[in-house]
């Protein structure tokens, strides 16, 4: 089956009660039992949930994984993820994730004994220093933001498996449309569903989606007991959302490339990052491994200055974070989403104070372009 039909079907059966076509928000916190020990495969709402339950076989689906686990945001499905590590694990974490990655790992999980060290994931050989004996499992993000640097999964996947590590992917600003880690090698994939999956700028979730069962257990077994799972609510939100992820993503795709090619073009703009550009370092690596290139845009003004004048003179797009919802949004890496990140660091990762970020909506792309136009004059 194609993906629209996955997307569309995948766990959107009509309810069996009452034949209702899009899943009930089974707003509820316990099920009624027949028996003792007999009931329905529902006992209380932080254990099963029928509608988390059809979102969670709907975006599993769409990973082309077995297993998938719906949680509260991004980062409780990111911290599900690492509860695979024990102290004394050592995890190689990609040196340009979220901001609130690297923060669950320096600020949190480091209290905990969980060792780990920044890679460049990107370079390969860079890459392979990182693993020491205890190296357990690799982090990466890719394309990154905001620099969009892209990491060959199919490369790292072969690496770590051989020093007996497993790889988490998280595919958020691709989305299964685009990119599928596991069918390049990836044992885990999360999500934010708060950007391309619900993709309407109204929810905050997450997801973990896996193959091997042992671990699939696991991440079961931590998403009932430590309990940071998503709400009847926005379950039914996210399972609205991923019916039309094709069509968005083709129309973020299509409006990042024309938004990716203008900024190019434009006097006032130094440099353009976005992977669909032949002049991206990874263009030949993006094309293999993505299917499309999605709506993220990053681009250099030359000062603080620029950029301010630009952030504030845009009209159509809204100043703020976050991004893959259906408006365009634009943000200042430096002083927004990455502030916390030294400013040594952002420096060598090319955010500097002139780096502007656009997620590039599914607007009028004309509209889009006459506004970044005027801004940019
Ligand atoms: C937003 C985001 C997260 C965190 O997700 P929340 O839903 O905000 O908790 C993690 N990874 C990436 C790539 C993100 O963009």
């Given amino acids: 089956m194609g993906f629209s039909t996955?997307?569309?079907?995948?766990?959107?059966?009509?309810?069996?009660?009452?034949?209702?076509?899009?899943v009930p928000i089974y707003q509820t916190s316990t099920y009624a039992q027949d028996g003792l020990g007999k009931h329905k495969g529902?006992?209380?709402?932080r254990t099963q949930n029928p509608t988390r339950l059809a979102l969670e076989k709907n975006i599993s689906a769409l990973e082309n994984a077995r297993f998938g686990f719906a949680f509260a945001s991004g980062m409780s499905a990111i911290d599900a993820a690492l509860k695979l590590v024990k102290a004394g694990d050592h995890v190689i974490l990609g040196d340009n994730t979220y901001g609130g990655t690297f923060r669950l790992f320096s600020r949190i999980l480091s209290n905990y004994g969980v060792e780990f060290d920044l890679a460049d994931t990107s370079?390969?050989?860079?890459?392979?220093?990182?693993?020491?004996?205890?190296?357990?499992?690799?982090?990466?993000?890719?394309?990154?933001?905001?620099v969009m640097t892209v990491t060959d999964l199919a490369a790292v996947s072969e690496l770590a498996h051989a020093r007996g590590a497993?790889?988490?992917?998280?595919?958020?600003?691709?989305?299964?449309?685009?990119?599928?880690?596991?069918?390049?090698?990836?044992?885990?994939?999360?999500?934010?569903?708060?950007?391309?999956?619900?993709?309407?700028?109204?929810?905050?979730?997450?997801?973990?989606?896996?193959?091997?069962?042992?671990?699939?257990e696991w991440i079961r077994f931590v998403q009932?007991?430590?309990?940071?799972?998503?709400?009847?609510?926005?379950?039914?939100?996210?399972?609205?959302?991923?019916?039309?992820?094709?069509?968005?993503?083709?129309?973020?795709?299509?409006?990042?490339?024309?938004?990716?090619?203008?900024?190019?073009?434009?006097?006032?703009?130094?440099k353009v990052y976005y992977p669909g550009l032949t002049s991206h370092p990874q263009h030949e690596?993006?094309?293999?491994?993505?299917?499309?290139?999605?709506?993220?845009?990053?681009?250099?003004?030359?000062?603080l200055e620029n950029a301010k004048k630009v952030l504030e003179s845009v009209k159509l797009c809204t100043l703020g974070e976050s991004l893959g919802g259906v408006e365009s949004l634009i943000s200042h890496p430096a002083t927004m989403t990455h502030a916390s990140v030294p400013k040594e660091t952002r420096d060598k990762l090319g955010i500097t104070d002139g780096l502007v970020r656009i997620s590039v909506g599914i607007e009028d792309v004309e509209d889009i372009i006459e506004d970044l136009d005027h801004a940019l004059s």
Avoid at 42 to 45: C, H, R, S, T, V
Avoid at 129 to 144: C, D, G, I, S, Y
Avoid at 187 to 195: G, L, P, Q, Y
């Fill in 6 to 22: 996955i997307a569309i079907h995948a766990g959107n059966e009509p309810d069996i009660a009452t034949g209702a076509v899009s």
């Fill in 285 to 303: 690596l993006a094309k293999k491994q993505q299917s499309g290139f999605g709506g993220m845009v990053s681009f250099e003004t030359g000062s």
């Fill in 224 to 270: 009932n007991g430590v309990g940071a799972i998503l709400s009847p609510f926005d379950s039914f939100l996210v399972l609205r959302g991923t019916k039309t992820l094709a069509v968005r993503m083709e129309s973020h795709d299509r409006n990042g490339r024309v938004v990716a090619n203008f900024l190019a073009e434009h006097p006032k703009v130094q």
């Fill in 166 to 216: 497993k790889v988490v992917c998280d595919n958020t600003f691709m989305s299964p449309y685009f990119q599928k880690p596991i069918n390049l090698g990836v044992d885990i994939v999360v999500h934010s569903t708060t950007k391309y999956l619900n993709g309407h700028s109204d929810s905050v979730g997450g997801f973990v989606a896996l193959n091997d069962e042992e671990d699939a």
């Fill in 123 to 146: 370079n390969i050989a860079d890459l392979e220093q990182a693993f020491r004996p205890n190296t357990k499992m690799l982090f990466v993000e890719t394309p990154t933001n905001p």
């Fill in 42 to 45: 529902f006992e209380y709402a």
